[in-house]
Every structure is written in C-alpha cells, then in structure tokens.
C-alpha cells in the first residue's frame, strides 16, 4: 500500500468508528447493524470481571448477556440485540478517542482508542447511571471495499455509577 | 480531487473546528470572527425547542436570540455577538468529537461531530452551569483557499443543568 | 515535504499523543519514557500558578516538583518521576483532543491540543480527586525516523477538585 492509501484507510476506520457510536446514542439499529463483518464479535469480559454492579445494569442486558453466554456477543444480531436491550429506556453518550491505528495490509487493520459512556437510564431498578472510562482494543476487516469491525474489546480504567 | 486532495482538506476542516470551539472558550473573538462565510448560520433551534431552560440562559444570550428571531444566527457578527453574550462571565469547554466528513467538491463538504459543552456561569441569576451532549451537523465552504464554516446546527442527546 | 508527507507526519503525531496518553493512563511507565527527546520539557508553571491546591496534590507529587524547582520538569526521566509520583495510587483518565498540528519541516512540528484529566486518588490526605481542562502547547521532533514529543505546555481553563 502506498502512503495515501494508508492514510485513506485510517480516516475511513475513524469514520466508521464514529458512525458505530453514533448509530448507538441515536439509537439506529439498522444503521448499527451495518458496521459489522458477518463474524464480529463484541468482546465485554475483561471490563464486566471486576465489575460487582455487572448484573444489575437492566433486566434486558442481563437477559441479552445470558442469551450469548455472558458478556460475549457474536455477530451483527447478537451485538445489536444487547445493546438495544441494555441502552433501552437509557440516554447514552459513547466515545471512541484518540485512535492509534495500525494498517497491516489492504484488508486488515488493527486499532487502539480511548473509550467513555456515560448512560442514564429512566426505567432500572436499581442503577441510574453509568461513567465509565477505558479503552476498545479492536479488529477491522475491509469487505467489498468497505471497512467494518470484525472484532472489539473493551477493558476500563475506572466506572462511576450513581 | 485526488485522494490526498481530500485527506488534506478534511484534516483543515478539523483543524478550523478545532480553531472555532479553541477561540470560543479561549475568548478569542476576533479569531471566533475569521471562521465562518459571510453568509454563515447558527443554527440551535432544534437544540433548544425542547429546553425548558432555554430562556435563562442568561439576560445577554436572550437578548442575542431575541435580536436573531430565537436561536437562528445569521453572519460572523451575529454569531460572535450570540457566543460572546451568552458565555460573559463563564467558563466553557467546548467539544467537536469523532468527525464524519464527507469532502463534496474541492470547495465543499459537510460533517457530523459528537458534541460536548460544559458551560459554568459566574453571574447567572438563576442557571448556574449547564452541560450538554448532542451532535454537529456542518457544511463548509473553500473561500480563497482557506476552508471556513458555512452552516452549524445542533443537536442535543440531553443536558444537565445544575 | 509533499502533502502526503505532511499528512502522514500529523498521523504519526496524533498516535505519539495517543500512545503517550495511554501510558500514563495504564501506568506504563517504560513506555512512558519513550515518547520524549531527550532533552524533552514538561511546563506546567502556566497551569499551576493560579492553582491554590497545587501543593497539596500529594506528597509525592510535592516531592517530585520540589526536585524540578517547581512544575518545569526536564528530560524523560524527571518527567516519568512527576507522571509516576502525582499519580501514584490514583486512577486517572488523560484527554488530548481536537489537535491543531503545523508540520514545520520534516522533522520539526507544533500542535495545540484540547486538555482534559480526571484523577482520582485513593491515598491523598485532603485532595480526593481533580477534574482539569484546558490545552497543551507542545512541539514535537524527528529523531531517527520517530516523532517524539520536544516540549508540552500545560495551560488550563478549569480545574474542578473534590
């Protein structure tokens, strides 16, 4: 790849990152659905692990979750589903910052970002709201000429929930 | 355009938004001026339609909004006049995050921003901060080489005020 | 310098900020050390002079600064003993945001960027936490085919402590 091609690449990752989040906060799953490879996977264990208040975020999530065998989601539906169900009734504000993209060939490329939401939810039994701080480890594939995630990984530096 | 071509006038656009939100809450009004088109417009009234507290901004914003017909900014002078009136007397940091820019021609383009303001009054009577997340939604114009900011509108996912 | 080379030279920086934020957000103090010129300079004079909490940071912090004469931190090695000691025990969350970078030559650049950290110590006597905005000021060097932070001015907006 030649230079500009490698920086055509990084913005277009960027873009899609800021799509993903986006669709998120303006709760636009059809648009959500669309950011995936067929084989994604959203990877929340490592940030759930320590997390005491993990199984109380909403009803929806905690059946969501289950659904995929905990804190793991594999493939555009799956993903979509557990963040409709956990962000439902919810106002949220996700950020992807900071990137340190990595372009290791046409089709492949590799990404780390700083991460925060902040999420309040009107309808939970128990949490009201969530900030939490820390960073998305992630994959990108490019299918078709388009570039979309393949893999996410979430780890924390710090939540404050109210 | 070639591809470079584009990569370096979305890198200007992110550096002139950067430059806008830095003026505003560096208080650099003659900068704040040299942004936007002659016949640029401020657009916040789909922000604001929704917003109780919208009119006790303060006594200066309102006076502002009145003078411009209500949240609708047409030109540099009434911009600056708006921004300068209804941040007296604060502290504001400003955010335009995760641009999705989309270059339409060597001279236009448009651009969606997550967006953050945390806005701290010293003088209010009534309103004492606010804090807000939501979304620009640009365009740009190339006016003698130098790209500049045709339109801004506003969206808002919620607001704190304290 | 093509645009391309100044194109790819603004990504390189943005990455040397990102990577070196990371590390101070993860605690990887042998990463720290590598983003700075060895003659690198870290000035917070400008962000502490007005701050009447400055001295009670922590001991450590303290400590650290008194070792520098006072906020103006030189060489990698002073400036990884202040990022580790102000930091010890703490949680901490570093922002750089919307980066105004000016490539000067091929080696040679300056950028301005939007501030932000949230610290939060677990083991400080009075100061529990500190919620910080502003900007840096910094420049930036090619050594050997790597950019490498040169100098970073701290200048702050706000600073909120609890």
């Not at 995929?68 to 963040?83: D, E, H, N, Q, R």
Request: charge should be positive; proline fraction near 2%; charged fraction near 25%.
């Amino acid at each position: 790849m030649t230079n500009t091609e490698k920086l055509a690449a990084i913005e277009l990752i960027k873009q899609l990152k800021a799509r993903y989040l986006r669709f998120i906060d303006t709760k636009d799953y059809e648009g959500l659905a669309t950011v995936f490879t067929k084989d994604a996977v959203m990877d929340l264990r490592r940030a759930m692990e320590k997390a005491r208040w993990a199984k109380t975020v909403t009803t929806k999530a905690k059946e969501a979750a289950s659904d995929s065998g905990g804190w793991l989601f594999k493939g555009p539906a799956a993903i979509v589903k557990f963040v409709r169900g956990s962000t439902h009734g919810a106002v949220t504000v996700h950020r992807g910052l900071m990137p340190e993209i990595d372009v290791m060939s046409a089709t492949t490329a590799r990404g780390i970002w700083a991460q925060e939401d902040f999420i309040q939810w009107s309808d939970g039994p128990r949490l009201r709201s969530l900030h939490g701080f820390g960073h998305y480890h992630e994959t990108y594939k490019r299918v078709a000429g388009l570039w979309l995630i393949k893999s996410t990984v979430m780890t924390r530096l710090r939540v404050d929930i109210a």
